[in-house]
């Protein structure tokens, strides 16, 4: 296919690190806006600050580049106001889960139908190498130079519990399968996430010595087990590992649709 027509050419070189995983997520994200038949005018990226959150300025869609942890109410709005636009929001695990916490809860609550790709690198890689949510007990940061002392969040499964249609879990170095879950979440109608772990060489992999930024996306492949496979381990064996695949793919009404329902029955009346 020709990526270059969904590109801004002008914005390149991009400012991801070698070795980031960010740049496959885009191509994955690319892969399935041409596989659904959306034009680049029928789509709208949105994103907050961040790493993950730059890939809007590289794109050549509708595009809002927000204010950190705000992703998700600015696309709420976009979405309430331009129902038919295909509304994707890219955010980062920071800026998901913690300033945007809250945000993530009730979009999922709210069942609204965005795509929601969540880059999860397990630190603030942008704004200076701090502990996220995200980041695993024990590990360090720059604000956890003892190693972090919190439990780490499990972005997806949160928000399964909050109430999404649509919620999945993969890795860069599954790349080809990365692109079939985004497709997936793009066809769903609601809430749709994909936790995507995508390793941080710079911030994150040199102060806990995961070594080269190469071995750390070969080290996804080791580490990653399907869910169809997870469900007959123990919590002993699934212990450090990376579950991947579809987590939920369920039935639910969605927001904008109840919302223009009640629009409707209002002015009847």
Partial sequence: MDYFKYLRMDKFP?????????GIVLKAILRSVEEMGWSKDAVAMV???GCSSRTPGYVDFNTLHTTHGRALAFATGLKMTRPKLN???VT???DATAIGGNHLIHAARRNINLTVLVYNNNIYGMTGGQASPTTFTGDFATTAPYGALENPFDIANLVVAAGASYV???TVYHANFLGKLIMQAM?????SLVEVMAPCPTAYGKIN???TPSQMITDQKKLAVRVEKAK???AEELQGKIVIGKLVDREMPEFVNNYERVIAQAQRR
């Avoid at 066809?187 to 809430?191: A, D, I, L, S, V």
């Fill in 168 to 170: 999945a879990r993969s």
């Fill in 232 to 234: 007959n381990m123990t």
């Fill in 14 to 22: 991009h400012i991801w690190c070698p070795g980031c995983g960010d």
């Fill in 47 to 49: 994103s907050g600050i």
């Fill in 209 to 211: 010595k995961k070594g």
């Fill in 92 to 94: 980062g695990d920071g």
């Fill in 87 to 89: 509304v994707i929001v």
């Fill in 187 to 191: 066809q769903k109608q609601g809430f």
